[in-house]
């Protein structure tokens, strides 16, 4: 009977030594099936850096909802969510609240669509010229860089006060309050008045 018992835990062990190693193994293999799992967050992490376009942007921001009524009303959504790119120097609320008064609202009238979408339009450069594009082409120029804008005016480029100001054609000047507001389709500079062809 004592031989019996031996035999029986020995058995035991040698089964349990036998087991150890399989256990180990499929631990070991098993330990890195999470690794896919916790590299999968990664490109997730990355999708809301993916840059929205010019228009949600400027939707996404409550400094700029009469920009997106402006835009909306002069049915230029459409052309602003293309391929592009384009450099928007977008005013804000403040900025449209500062035009004369009935001036915005005038604008935003359907009889006044030409007028809304040649101020608007004048606002829109093509290409992406971010904040160090801008810059070099102002020192490039003297101290003084001039954009052609979507509209076929032109705006006049300077640095002051440590930032970027754009005079307009009727002699107005806005500073660029915010730049490099980056967008998949172009770049936005936040500006602080709103400029006139």
Same mark, same amino acid.
């Given at each position: ?58 939707? $996404?921001?409550? #400094?700029?909802?009469? &920009?997106? %009524?402006?835009?909306? /009303?002069? @049915?230029?959504?459409? +052309? *602003? !969510? ?44 093509? $290409?992406?010229? #971010?904040?160090?594009? &801008?810059? %070099?082409?102002?020192? /490039?120029? @003297?101290?003084?860089? +001039? *954009? !052609? ?49």
């Amino acid at each position: 009977m004592n031989r019996t018992c031996l035999s029986i835990a020995l058995l035991s062990l040698f089964a349990a030594a036998a087991c150890s190693p399989k256990t180990a193994d499929a631990e070991a293999t098993a330990a890195p099936a999470p690794v896919p799992e916790a590299a999968d967050p990664a490109p997730a992490a990355s999708e809301p850096a993916m840059a929205k376009d010019i228009v949600d942007t400027a939707v $996404g921001s409550p #400094d700029h909802t009469t &920009l997106v %009524s402006a835009v909306q /009303a002069a @049915g230029l959504a459409d +052309t *602003l !969510k293309g391929a592009g790119p384009f450099t928007v120097f977008a005013p804000t609320n403040a900025a449209f609240s500062a035009l004369p008064a009935g001036t915005v609202d005038t604008l935003l009238k359907p009889e006044s669509k030409a007028d809304l979408t040649a101020v608007l339009t004048y606002h829109v450069v093509a $290409g992406n010229v #971010d904040a160090a594009a &801008l810059t %070099s082409q102002i020192e /490039a120029g @003297g101290g003084t860089a +001039t *954009l !052609k804008t979507v509209q076929g005016g032109e705006l006049k480029a300077r640095l002051a006060d440590g930032g970027v100001t754009l005079t307009d054609a009727k002699g107005n000047t806005a500073k660029v309050t915010t730049a490099d507001l980056t967008a998949s389709n172009g770049v936005i500079h936040v500006v602080d008045k709103v400029l006139m062809p």
